[in-house]
Every structure is written in structure tokens, then in C-alpha cells.
């Protein structure tokens, strides 16, 4: 049985299914819900999200059936239909779909259907059941997936060898998505692939549209995105492999040589890349030689995230770094498989750093964890404390940095803290990025 | 107006209550001549757009009290929006009140596919306890939403049943989303809240050695004394000038109920007057503070422009019968912002401004901006009452000044701001990048840092209009680098032609 969360680092359902519709492009979403639904889940995406804005339709322009106490007790079908018409005359876009909130499911409207009618008269449209309790935002993306996937992409014959899906990156829910996906293209596209990411910069629908052409699909996650893979393979017959989200030289090499055995590409090439890249990141990196040894910029980590980032950025921290992220507390809803999946990601570092792995929902419960790992002092003269300290997280965790007396940078949803516009934390750019955000902050009273 | 509503576990909504309507495009003139007709309340949208819900601005209150957990009642994404988007900022600002507090925490109780048929209650009664047992605050929030009101949880009977097992005071809060479309209707809900569980009668406690003289003391200061009722949509800054001028008539001032702590409500009938900033806010709470304590209230303006501040303050004097010193306050506080203001008048003159928001404030704030020279040309209101009849009546030139009621809607303003091309739009957040991105230069028409009320209110408001003024090239260059989701012909058409019903029906 599920229980409450202490702040939650995510929406629901239909959150997710918000927040991937409408960072599609062209696309109108439709929510089939209770008036405040729409407004709520944008105060939340755009705040969380280091200030997204509304996009091309996202925001209060959302067309919304806005039903209310009369179609709740008389059912809301007829006001969905209505509010479908006049949306094709007022909204311009090339998709719309329809989503829908908790009250409607419960009374029983059938949205489906009545979207269904719009579509067989020729209109791209499409729905799905996205009422928030089905789950978190992470749901709403793979639900949203899964139905795109199944009805928008159409059923391709040949292959395109050179092409790839690349998604795993939730929209919003990884704050720094856009400039990630542009990271995955360019390392993939160094290896010789084309790769639709369908939600990244200068991707159209077509791409979504055509997707089934694609050799391989890609999830770089091993949470997020899966089902929708399972969803796209019965259908278009694309395999797919899930590789984990790599930040920095050590887990960007993992997911190159894993997404090159893939992809049946040869060793030699995957070598030269990871070589020209790791020149690349070192020729920078190396600038900080002096100023980390002469002032001893090792720190103490403790990371708060999902399921993506925290495994990458212990790694990135312990492996590339010589950090010691010695606690790392992953926020996410998951299953004890996925649990002992995501736990096997910080065995065996080359640098013998074992992080304590805590699974937990509750922000409150953040500063309890760090009080367990280092006991608090109880008056002894010599007292091995968390400092120097770092703590990686969410905007949340200005509490506990501030408990702690730790620097703190937000990486994790919700970011309200920082503005994000192409920032990436992917692959080996992206660690450079990460690497000048963390020290610019250790630096940054000099 | 009767107020005997707390008696109910629920309050009621706006639309039941005052009649309060969300949906009309016109003329001002029109307007007026609608609702005296009794109209207005079957005119619907046959397109909408999504808005917010009396939920969001519950929280909006809720999270200011210090000292509290609050808890959303329903599925995860309940309350993120007021939550992830305030948490911060909520922090920083009680502790300009209080620089211990501990800012907003707030649990989501994560009702599921299983709860929707089993009931949620359970939940709730753990997430009370827990937030009791770790937590340890003053107060615990309950804010309901739509799914358990549907499944039948009864929260009341959760609290009723908890309350004896915890330290914190337990407030339920109803503010069901899809019961009323009045966003304002939260205010009653939340005040409903606070009328039946936050306050709660001080133990009379004798002091052993009170003197007569410290008892007389005691009903003095109390009978010199006006609980301000603020919102929070304003600033700390708004707040202070508003105690300085109260104190400049020798009088002491407390504010309720925003950024309050939970044990500062017992205490909130230690006060001759209650005064509210805003109608759209506080009848329902002023009309149930008379009934229950016999304080008396004054409802009539919210002290924004020179004329609604000078107004503000002399109701106040008339209640205390210091009219005269009132009034010299009133003519030194004037003569020095006229003076002040000579520069911005000059640069503002002639300006169009079309203003979007509550109902109170955007009155105000356009007599604000005619004061400074400028032309009013249009308005959006987010609900209309009777509160508002007397201020749309004098509005100048009301047979042509546009007016819409709804909240957001961005399709009707695009296509409205489009054919009035006005020079300033002043705009409440959520309507204000689709403004941006015509290339209208944008003036937030309320912010919870920056001062708008009273005579300082007046000045600074001048100033950052004119410094927003002096260079628009943000705005104007998204205009030419973005696209609006709408049709080329929707601009074409009337902006009010998805509204049906009125007169007709």
C-alpha cells in the first residue's frame, strides 16, 4: 500500500502527461478535468523547472473543459465534445490530445470514445486515461508514450539502419532535458546515427510520426520510459536497450560501449570517440589542478534525485571527481525490483567509494538520514563531522544545506532556485557544466 | 448579509452566496446593465481555457501561517502548483516576520487507484500523526481536495478524532475544486477554517497582583487598537506603510491572516475594528468576527491610488472620531507624493492601459493609473459581484471601456489586446507572458515584494511604470521572434463569440 509523501518531487499523472504533451512540438493538449487541474499543474511545472514558461501551448492557454459540480453529477462527455469542436477552430496545432483528471475517470466519462469520433472524421487526435491517481508524473510520461506510440507512429516496413529513438529523459522532471537530449544526439551522432528524440531541439513530429523506421530505441534510464519501449516493440517491431544516464567520463563511457555493442558498431570507432572526448573534457578539467589541490576542494556529498540523476551523479562525484558522495537518498516511487536495479549502479567503483543507498519519498526525512550517517557531535574533542560537505538535490534541500552549514547546488526537480535555458549535465559537455555550477559555488566568496 | 455559516462543517461558494459570476465579455456599460438584470449567471464558456481552483488559492493563504504543516488531501499532483512554486520564496518571506521560521512544509497524503475505492482516510489520519510526531508545529492544515469529497472521506470526523491525540492545533480546510469556479471562493473556505478550528477562546487566566490601572491599560490599547486583514498577494513593504500611516493616527495595528503564527488567532478579538484591504477577500470573515465577538468591521476600498488610500484612511478616523487629524494627515501625505509624482505624470500622460485581476484591485489600480494622466481602455476581471456594481459605474467612458470576467483565458485577451493595442498592460501573473509575447510592455498589477499600497504605493508604482517604459525591447522582441497557438482568423472574430447564454436564455 502506498502511502502520504512529505513534499513530493513530482506531480501526478496527469502532471506527466502535461508536461510531455506540451513540450512537443505543434502539439495542443486537451485536459478533460476540473477547472483548477490545468492551472495547478503549470504553476508546478513552470516553478519547478527553473522557469519553462508556457511553450507553445502550455500554461492557462491549455484548453480545459473546466467541468464543475453539475457535469460531475451529470456526466461531463458532452462538454468534452464541445470543448473539442471549438478547440480545432481556435488552436493551431499538427497533434492534439486528450487527457484527462481524477473526476471524470471516477463519474466514468469515457474520453476515449469521445475523442475517437474527432479521429475517425480525419483529425490527429488521440487520448488516453490520465487521472492523477493512476500515479506520479513519471507515469504520466509513460502513458503519453505508450499511446503515442501505439496509434500516432506509423507502421514502417523498412528500416533505417543510421537511425535511432533515443527517451528516458522526462520532460520538466529532468529540469535540464532539452540540453541533455542535444548531448545524446551529438554523442550518437558521432558514432554514426541519426537520432529522433522527439522532444529535443529542432525535432518535429514528423520524426515521432516516422519513428518506426528506427533500427533501435534507446531509454537511457532504467526507470523511466520502459514500458513504453515494451509498448513500441510489440508494435513496430523496434528492439530496445535501457542504458543507464550517464555524467561524466567514467558513465558516458559505460553508455557509449553498451549503446555501440547495440548498435553493432565497431570497437575501434566507439574507442576513438570516447578518446576524442575525454581529451576534450581532460583539456578543461585539467585547469582546475592547481586550485583544487592548493585550497582541497575533496568534499563530502550527499545527493537527493530520482532514479536518473542520483546514480550519475554519485558516479560522476565519486568516480570522475575523487569526491566522496557517501550518502544518496533517491526520492522516486519504486518497485523492490527496480530498487535492487537502480542499487547494483554504485557497486564495484573503480575508486572503492561505497555510498549509502537510501530509498525515501520525504523531504523531511533528508536531514534525519545526514544526522544518521554522521552522528551529530555529543561533545567529543576530536568529532569526525560532514564537513567539508555538498549536498546535490533539489531547491528542497536549501533546508537541510542550510542545517548543515553545506554549499548546495539544485539539480534535481524542483528547481525554483536557478533560471535553466540549454544547460546539459549529460555525457562529458555536460559534466563540464556540472564541474563549473558545483566549484563556481566553493569559489564563489573569494 | 447575514453570517451564521460556520455552523455548517462546509462553507458555501461564491456563486450560491453573492452570486458571484465568472463568465462575460462586453462593455462596462453592458455589464452593469446585465447584472442588474440578474443575468449573468447563465452565460457559460463553450471553450475554455484551464484557470486554477479555489484549492491553489487556499494554499496561496495557507502557506503563509508560520508554524504549520499543511497537508493536501488528495492525488499527487494536488497543491504543487501554490507548493514547488512558493516554497522558497514563502521562507524568506515569514521571516520578515519571524526570522525563525521555518518556511512551508506541506504533505501530499497520495490517494491511488486503490484509495479511490476503499476511502483515504486512513491516510490521513497517518499523515496527521506524523506530521504531529516530526514535525511538531503550532497548526496542521488539512486542505481537502475534489477525489476524497467524492469518495465521502469525512475529514471532519478525522480530526475530531485525532485532535485529542496531537499538540497541534488540526484545521480542516473544504475547498474542493470543482464545486465553484469562483477561484475567490477560497477565501471563504479557508476563513472557515480558521473561524471554527484556529481560534480558539484564550483560557481566562487572573493575574494575582492586576492592578485597576493595568486592567484599564489593557482595554485601552485594545480599544486603540485595528486588526488589519491582509492578503497574500501583498507585500511586506505594502504592510508597513499601512502600519505607518494607522499609527500616524495613534492607533496600534495587527495583521491577520497571512504570515500570522496559529497562536496569534486567539488573540484577534483584541481589537475595536476589524478593516479589510479588499472585499473579494474578507466579508465573510469581518461579517462572522460581528457576529461572533461584536467587533465591527469596515469593508469599503482597498488603499491603492491616492484617492482609495485617502478614503481607506478616513473610514478608519470616522470609526475612531479623529476625522481632523485624519484629515491633516491626509493633506500632508498629499502634498508630498503631488510633488514627488510631478516628473512621472509627465512621462505617463496619455497613456493606454488596459488592467486584468480581482475585481477590487483592478478599479483601483485604474484610478491609480487616470490619476497619473493615463487612459484606461479595457479591463479583465477575474469574477464579478455586487461589490463592484458602484466602481463600474464610475468608470469614464463606460459605454466603450472593454471588460471581460474570467480568470486567464489567454484566446479572449489575445484577440482583445490585439485590437486595442494598448501601451501598458498590467497584467495578473498567468496572462502576463502571453502579453509579453504580443509585445506589450508588461506591469505586474500585484507583487509580493514590491509596494503598491498607500501613499508610497502610489510612488513607486509611478516609478517602475515609467522604468518599464523607458525600455520595452524584451517583450517587443519575443513578439517578433514566437508564436501564439491560435488560428491567424481567430483575431478576425469577436473575442467574446465562445460565450453563450445571457439575455437569450
Same mark, same amino acid.
Given at each position: 500500500?502506498?502511502k502520504?509523501?512529505d513534499?513530493?518531487?513530482?506531480?501526478?499523472?496527469?502532471?506527466?502527461?502535461?508536461?510531455?504533451?506540451?513540450?512537443?512540438?505543434?502539439?495542443?493538449?486537451?485536459?478533460?478535468?476540473?477547472?483548477?487541474?490545468?492551472?495547478?499543474?503549470?504553476?508546478?511545472?513552470?516553478?519547478?523547472?527553473?522557469?519553462?514558461?508556457?511553450?507553445?501551448?502550455?500554461?492557462?492557454?491549455?484548453?480545459?473543459?473546466?467541468?464543475?459540480?453539475?457535469?460531475?453529477?451529470?456526466?461531463?462527455?458532452?462538454?468534452? +465534445?464541445?470543448?473539442? +469542436?471549438?478547440?480545432?477552430?481556435i488552436?493551431?496545432?499538427?497533434?492534439?490530445?486528450?487527457?484527462?483528471g481524477?473526476?471524470?475517470?471516477?463519474?466514468?466519462?469515457?474520453?476515449?470514445?469521445?475523442?475517437?469520433r474527432?479521429?475517425?472524421? %480525419?483529425?490527429p487526435?488521440?487520448?488516453?486515461?490520465?487521472?492523477?491517481?493512476?500515479?506520479?508524473?513519471?507515469?504520466?510520461?509513460?502513458?503519453?508514450?505508450?499511446?503515442? $506510440?501505439?496509434?500516432?507512429?506509423?507502421k514502417k516496413?523498412?528500416?533505417?539502419?543510421?537511425?535511432?529513438?533515443?527517451? !528516458?529523459?522526462?520532460?520538466?522532471?529532468?529540469?535540464?532535458?532539452? !540540453?541533455n537530449l542535444?548531448?545524446?544526439?551529438k554523442?550518437?551522432?558521432?558514432?554514426?546515427?541519426?537520432?529522433n528524440?522527439?522532444?529535443?531541439?529542432?525535432?518535429?513530429?514528423?520524426?515521432?510520426k516516422?519513428?518506426?523506421?528506427?533500427?533501435?530505441?534507446?531509454?537511457a534510464?532504467?526507470?523511466?520510459?520502459?514500458?513504453?519501449?515494451?509498448?513500441?516493440?510489440?508494435? &513496430?517491431?523496434?528492439?530496445?536497450?535501457?542504458?543507464?544516464?550517464?555524467?561524466?567520463?567514467?558513465?558516458?563511457?559505460?553508455?557509449?560501449?553498451?549503446a555501440?555493442?547495440?548498435?553493432?558498431?565497431?570497437?575501434?570507432?566507439?574507442?576513438?570517440?570516447?578518446?576524442?572526448?575525454?581529451?576534450?573534457?581532460?583539456?578543461?578539467?585539467?585547469?582546475?589542478?592547481?586550485?583544487?589541490?592548493?585550497i582541497?576542494?575533496?568534499?563530502?556529498?550527499?545527493?537527493?534525485?530520482?532514479?536518473?540523476?542520483?546514480?550519475?551523479?554519485?558516479?560522476?562525484?565519486?568516480?570522475?571527481?575523487?569526491?566522496?558522495?557517501?550518502?544518496?537518498?533517491?526520492?522516486?516511487?519504486?518497485?523492490?525490483?527496480?530498487?535492487?536495479?537502480?542499487?547494483? @549502479? $554504485?557497486a564495484n567503483?573503480?575508486?572503492?567509494?561505497?555510498?549509502?543507498?537510501?530509498?525515501?519519498?520525504?523531504?523531511?526525512?533528508?536531514k534525519? &538520514?545526514?544526522?544518521?550517517h554522521?552522528?551529530?557531535?555529543?561533545?567529543?574533542?576530536?568529532?569526525?563531522?560532514?564537513?567539508?560537505?555538498?549536498?546535490?538535490?533539489?531547491?528542497?534541500e536549501?533546508?537541510?544545506?542550510?542545517?548543515?552549514?553545506a554549499?548546495?547546488?539544485?539539480?534535481?526537480?524542483?528547481?525554483?532556485?536557478r533560471?535553466?535555458?540549454?544547460r546539459?549535465?549529460?555525457g562529458?559537455?555536460?559534466?563540464?557544466?556540472?564541474?563549473?555550477?558545483i566549484?563556481s559555488l566553493?569559489? %564563489?566568496?573569494? | 448579509?447575514?453570517?451564521?455559516?460556520?455552523?455548517?462543517?462546509?462553507?458555501?461558494?461564491?456563486?450560491d452566496?453573492?452570486?458571484?459570476?465568472?463568465?462575460?465579455? %462586453?462593455?462596462?456599460?453592458?455589464?452593469s446593465?446585465?447584472?442588474?438584470?440578474?443575468?449573468?449567471?447563465?452565460?457559460?464558456?463553450?471553450?475554455?481555457?484551464?484557470?486554477?481552483?479555489?484549492?491553489?488559492?487556499?494554499?496561496?493563504?495557507?502557506?503563509?501561517? @508560520?508554524?504549520?504543516?499543511?497537508?493536501?488531501?488528495?492525488?499527487?499532483g494536488?497543491g504543487?502548483?501554490s507548493?514547488?512554486?512558493?516554497?522558497?520564496?514563502?521562507?524568506?518571506?515569514? =521571516?520578515?516576520?519571524?526570522p525563525?521560521?521555518?518556511?512551508?512544509?506541506?504533505?501530499?497524503?497520495?490517494?491511488?487507484?486503490?484509495?479511490?475505492?476503499?476511502?483515504?482516510?486512513?491516510?490521513?489520519?497517518?499523515?496527521?500523526?506524523y506530521?504531529? =510526531?516530526?514535525?511538531?508545529?503550532?497548526?496542521?492544515?488539512?486542505?481537502?481536495?475534489?477525489?476524497?469529497?467524492?469518495?465521502?472521506?469525512?475529514?471532519?470526523?478525522?480530526?475530531?478524532?485525532?485532535?485529542? +491525540?496531537?499538540?497541534?492545533?488540526? /484545521?480542516?480546510? &473544504?475547498?474542493?475544486?470543482f464545486?465553484?469556479?469562483?477561484?475567490?471562493?477560497?477565501?471563504?473556505?479557508?476563513?472557515?477554517?480558521?473561524?471554527?478550528? /484556529?481560534?480558539?477562546?484564550?483560557d481566562?487566566?487572573?493575574?494575582v497582583?492586576?492592578?485597576?490601572?493595568?486592567?484599564?491599560?489593557?482595554k485601552?490599547r485594545?480599544?486603540?487598537?485595528?486588526?488589519?486583514f491582509?492578503?497574500?498577494?501583498?507585500?511586506r513593504?505594502?504592510?508597513?506603510?499601512?502600519?505607518r500611516?494607522?499609527?500616524?493616527?495613534?492607533?496600534?495595528v495587527?495583521?491577520?491572516?497571512?504570515?500570522?503564527?496559529?497562536?496569534d488567532?486567539?488573540?484577534?478579538?483584541?481589537?475595536?475594528?476589524?478593516?479589510?484591504?479588499?472585499?473579494?477577500?474578507?466579508?465573510?470573515?469581518?461579517?462572522?468576527?460581528?457576529?461572533?465577538?461584536?467587533?465591527p $468591521?469596515?469593508?469599503?476600498?482597498?488603499?491603492i491610488?491616492?484617492?482609495?488610500?485617502?478614503?481607506?484612511?478616513?473610514?478608519?478616523?470616522?470609526?475612531?472620531?479623529?476625522?481632523?487629524?485624519?484629515?491633516?494627515?491626509?493633506?500632508t501625505?498629499?502634498?508630498?507624493?503631488?510633488?514627488?509624482?510631478?516628473p512621472? @505624470?509627465?512621462?505617463?500622460?496619455?497613456?493606454?492601459v488596459?488592467?486584468t485581476?480581482?475585481?477590487? @484591485?483592478?478599479f483601483?489600480t485604474?484610478?491609480l493609473?487616470?490619476n497619473?494622466?493615463?487612459?484606461?481602455?479595457?479591463?479583465?476581471?477575474?469574477h464579478?459581484? &455586487?461589490f463592484?456594481?458602484?466602481l463600474?459605474?464610475?468608470?469614464?467612458?463606460?459605454?466603450?471601456?472593454?471588460?471581460?470576467?474570467?480568470?486567464?483565458?489567454?484566446?479572449?485577451?489575445?484577440?482583445?489586446?490585439?485590437k486595442?493595442?494598448?501601451d501598458?498592460?498590467?497584467?495578473?501573473?498567468g496572462?502576463?507572458?502571453?502579453?509579453?509575447?504580443?509585445?506589450i510592455?508588461? $506591469?505586474p498589477?500585484f507583487?509580493?515584494?514590491?509596494?503598491?499600497?498607500?501613499?508610497s504605493?502610489?510612488?513607486?508604482?509611478a516609478? =517602475?511604470?515609467?522604468?518599464?517604459?523607458?525600455?520595452?525591447?524584451f517583450?517587443?522582441?519575443?513578439?517578433?521572434?514566437?508564436?501564439l497557438?491560435?488560428?491567424?482568423?481567430?483575431?478576425?472574430?469577436?473575442?467574446?463569440?465562445?460565450?453563450?447564454?445571457?439575455?437569450?436564455?
Open positions: 500500500m502506498s502520504f509523501i513534499r513530493p518531487r513530482y506531480l501526478c499523472a496527469l502532471g506527466g502527461a502535461i508536461a510531455t504533451l506540451s513540450n512537443l512540438p505543434r502539439t495542443i493538449p486537451i485536459i478533460h478535468a476540473a477547472a483548477g487541474c490545468g492551472g495547478n499543474i503549470f504553476a508546478a511545472l513552470n516553478g519547478g523547472s527553473g522557469y519553462i514558461g508556457s511553450g507553445y501551448c502550455g500554461g492557462q492557454a491549455l484548453p480545459s473543459s473546466n467541468v464543475g459540480e453539475k457535469d460531475i453529477v451529470f456526466g461531463g462527455e458532452e462538454r468534452l +465534445e464541445e470543448e473539442i +469542436e471549438n478547440t480545432l477552430k488552436m493551431d496545432g499538427d497533434l492534439y490530445f486528450v487527457t484527462t481524477c473526476m471524470v475517470e471516477m463519474i466514468g466519462d469515457d474520453a476515449i470514445s469521445v475523442a475517437r474527432f479521429k475517425d472524421k %480525419g483529425t487526435i488521440f487520448a488516453a486515461d490520465t487521472g492523477g491517481f493512476h500515479g506520479n508524473s513519471f507515469k504520466g510520461y509513460e502513458i503519453v508514450l505508450k499511446t503515442l $506510440f501505439a496509434e500516432y507512429v506509423t516496413t523498412g528500416k533505417k539502419a543510421d537511425t535511432v529513438n533515443l527517451w !528516458g529523459i522526462v520532460p520538466i522532471q529532468d529540469v535540464f532535458w532539452k !540540453g542535444t548531448v545524446f544526439k554523442l550518437l551522432g558521432e558514432l554514426g546515427f541519426h537520432v528524440t522527439f522532444f529535443g531541439e529542432g525535432e518535429t513530429l514528423d520524426n515521432l516516422n519513428a518506426g523506421e528506427a533500427t533501435l530505441n534507446i531509454v534510464s532504467e526507470t523511466f520510459g520502459i514500458e513504453a519501449a515494451q509498448v513500441f516493440q510489440e508494435v &513496430h517491431g523496434v528492439p530496445f536497450v535501457s542504458i543507464p544516464f550517464p555524467i561524466g567520463p567514467h558513465g558516458t563511457e559505460e553508455f557509449l560501449r553498451q555501440g555493442v547495440a548498435l553493432k558498431v565497431t570497437d575501434r570507432k566507439i574507442e576513438n570517440v570516447i578518446k576524442k572526448e575525454k581529451t576534450h573534457y581532460y583539456d578543461y578539467i585539467q585547469r582546475l589542478a592547481e586550485i583544487y589541490n592548493d582541497d576542494l575533496q568534499r563530502y556529498a550527499v545527493i537527493v534525485g530520482d532514479s536518473n540523476y542520483s546514480p550519475a551523479l554519485s558516479q560522476f562525484l565519486a568516480e570522475d571527481m575523487g569526491w566522496l558522495p557517501e550518502l544518496v537518498i533517491i526520492t522516486d516511487i519504486l518497485s523492490d525490483e527496480q530498487k535492487t536495479l537502480v542499487s547494483k @549502479r $554504485f567503483y573503480s575508486s572503492k567509494v561505497k555510498p549509502e543507498i537510501v530509498f525515501d519519498t520525504d523531504t523531511s526525512n533528508v534525519k &538520514h545526514i544526522n544518521r554522521w552522528p551529530e557531535n555529543h561533545g567529543q574533542r576530536y568529532y569526525d563531522a560532514f564537513s567539508p560537505a555538498f549536498i546535490v538535490g533539489s531547491a528542497f536549501r533546508d537541510a544545506a542550510e542545517k548543515f552549514g554549499p548546495h547546488l539544485s539539480v534535481t526537480y524542483p528547481i525554483s532556485n533560471v535553466v535555458l540549454d546539459a549535465y549529460a562529458y559537455s555536460g559534466a563540464l557544466s556540472l564541474t563549473e555550477d566549484f566553493l569559489v %564563489g566568496n573569494r | 448579509m447575514e453570517y451564521d455559516y460556520i455552523k455548517e462543517k462546509t462553507p458555501p461558494v461564491r456563486e452566496r453573492l452570486g458571484s459570476c465568472g463568465v462575460f465579455g %462586453g462593455t462596462c456599460c453592458g455589464l446593465n446585465q447584472s442588474q438584470k440578474g443575468c449573468l449567471n447563465t452565460l457559460k464558456r463553450t471553450f475554455s481555457q484551464t484557470q486554477g481552483c479555489q484549492l491553489n488559492l487556499s494554499l496561496a493563504i495557507l502557506n503563509t501561517i @508560520r508554524d504549520s504543516v499543511i497537508i493536501v488531501h488528495g492525488p499527487l494536488c504543487g502548483g507548493s514547488i512554486f512558493s516554497a522558497g520564496l514563502t521562507r524568506n518571506l515569514q =521571516r520578515m516576520r519571524d525563525g521560521a521555518s518556511g512551508l512544509v506541506w504533505i501530499n497524503t497520495n490517494l491511488d487507484e486503490t484509495d479511490v475505492i476503499k476511502g483515504g482516510e486512513q491516510k490521513l489520519k497517518e499523515a496527521i500523526l506530521a504531529d =510526531r516530526e514535525l511538531r508545529p503550532s497548526s496542521i492544515i488539512i486542505v481537502n481536495s475534489c477525489v476524497p469529497a467524492l469518495i465521502g472521506d469525512d475529514i471532519d470526523a478525522i480530526v475530531a478524532e485525532v485532535q485529542p +491525540e496531537v499538540n497541534a492545533k488540526v /484545521m480542516p480546510v &473544504h475547498c474542493e475544486g464545486k465553484t469556479k469562483i477561484m475567490a471562493s477560497a477565501y471563504d473556505s479557508v476563513y472557515h477554517g480558521i473561524l471554527r478550528h /484556529m481560534i480558539r477562546e484564550p481566562e487566566t487572573t493575574r497582583n492586576e492592578t485597576d490601572l493595568e486592567k484599564m491599560k489593557v485601552y485594545i480599544s486603540r487598537t485595528v486588526n488589519v491582509n492578503v497574500s498577494s501583498m507585500s513593504t505594502d504592510e508597513t506603510e499601512l502600519a500611516i494607522i499609527k500616524g493616527l495613534d492607533l496600534n495587527n495583521f491577520f491572516p497571512c504570515y500570522a503564527h496559529p497562536n488567532f486567539d488573540r484577534i478579538n483584541e481589537a475595536a475594528l476589524n478593516v479589510s484591504i479588499c472585499a473579494t477577500h474578507d466579508d465573510y470573515f469581518s461579517g462572522h468576527l460581528k457576529e461572533k465577538y461584536g467587533i $468591521f469596515i469593508i469599503d476600498t482597498i488603499p491610488g491616492i484617492k482609495n488610500t485617502n478614503r481607506w484612511i478616513l473610514e478608519i478616523a470616522k470609526f475612531f472620531e479623529i476625522e481632523e487629524s485624519a484629515e491633516k494627515l491626509i493633506a501625505e498629499t502634498r508630498a507624493l503631488e510633488e514627488a509624482l510631478v512621472y @505624470r509627465q512621462a505617463l500622460t496619455g497613456k493606454r488596459f488592467l485581476g480581482g475585481e477590487i @484591485r483592478i483601483a485604474a484610478n493609473f487616470e497619473l494622466g493615463m487612459k484606461v481602455i479595457g479591463f479583465k476581471s477575474y464579478y459581484d &455586487h463592484v456594481d458602484g463600474l459605474d464610475n468608470v469614464t467612458d463606460k459605454e466603450n471601456v472593454s471588460i471581460s470576467v474570467g480568470v486567464g483565458q489567454p484566446f479572449e485577451q489575445v484577440n482583445v489586446i490585439n486595442l493595442k494598448p501598458i498592460f498590467v497584467g495578473h501573473s496572462t502576463n507572458g502571453v502579453a509579453a509575447k504580443q509585445g510592455p508588461v $506591469f498589477i507583487g509580493q515584494t514590491a509596494n503598491y499600497m498607500g501613499y504605493g502610489v510612488f513607486e508604482v516609478r =517602475r511604470l515609467n522604468r518599464i517604459l523607458k525600455n520595452p525591447s517583450n517587443r522582441n519575443l513578439s517578433e521572434n514566437t508564436e497557438p491560435y488560428f491567424k482568423d481567430w483575431f478576425e472574430k469577436d473575442a467574446f463569440s465562445y460565450i453563450a447564454g445571457g439575455q437569450d436564455v
